[in-house]
T-cell receptor
């Protein structure tokens, strides 16, 4: 059975801090690793990673995948209160359009 | 361009009842997936529909069933509701023919079973 584990489960930081969120996965016939941000209800897409060692960046957020060690990290630099959310990591296996297996999520709280 | 929409927003049902949740995919998308998210947990895959057929299913009992219509919209039906079915039900749409296409999520339906 596919499994995705995120750490830490929760994190409290102050504005301006840099955070690193971790995601390890065991996904049969792995195809891609996705990161989502969930603030109230709908998870919103951040990154999709398919190749090892290639960093994806969007503003202050970046992510990288290590397919040998089966993990990914999400970095957020110069955090802002608007970054407070649940960050979800999901693995996709089998097909490029198949189901996503989610981790439990990391609850990030950024204090002013 | 409307994103993924779901209805209703909230729903309260009693144990043993049946419920139907609805989802309209993002314009141009042809595949709909349903997820259950219990409080404090990540979403869990229920099933995926494409071309009006269930294509993939997670570890959910037969009480959970679905349907996809010719306009790609979808319904999730849950029979004989249990207290443990209380959760946020998320619908996600995507485009099957594009490899590695991300799934776009709707705002969800919050189901409470009493």
């Amino acid at each position: 059975e596919d499994k995705v584990v995120q750490s830490p489960l929760s994190l409290v930081v102050h504005e301006g801090d840099t955070v690193t969120l971790n995601c390890s996965y065991e996904v049969t016939n792995f195809r891609s690793l996705l990161w989502y941000k969930q603030e109230k209800k709908a998870p919103t897409f951040l990154f999709m990673l398919t190749s090892s060692g290639i960093e994806k960046k969007s503003g202050r957020l970046s992510s990288i995948l290590d397919k040998k060690e089966l993990f990914s990290i999400l970095n957020i630099t110069a955090t802002q209160t608007g970054d407070s959310a649940i960050y979800l990591c999901a693995g996709r296996g089998g097909t490029s359009y198949g189901k996503l297996t989610f981790g439990q999520g990391t609850i990030l709280t950024v204090h002013p | 361009d409307a994103g993924v929409t779901q209805s209703p927003t909230h729903l309260i049902k009693t144990r043993g009842q049946q419920v139907t949740l609805r989802c309209s995919p993002k314009s141009g998308h042809d595949t709909v997936s349903w997820y259950q998210q219990a409080l404090g947990q990540g979403p869990q895959f229920i099933f995926q529909y494409y071309e009006e057929e269930e294509r993939q299913r997670g570890n959910f009992p037969d009480r959970f069933s679905g349907h996809q219509f010719p306009n790609y919209s979808s319904e999730l039906n849950v029979n004989a509701l249990l207290l443990g079915d209380s959760a946020l039900y998320l619908c996600a749409s995507s485009l099957r023919r594009v490899a590695h296409y991300e799934q776009y999520f709707g705002p969800g339906t919050r189901l409470t079973v009493t």
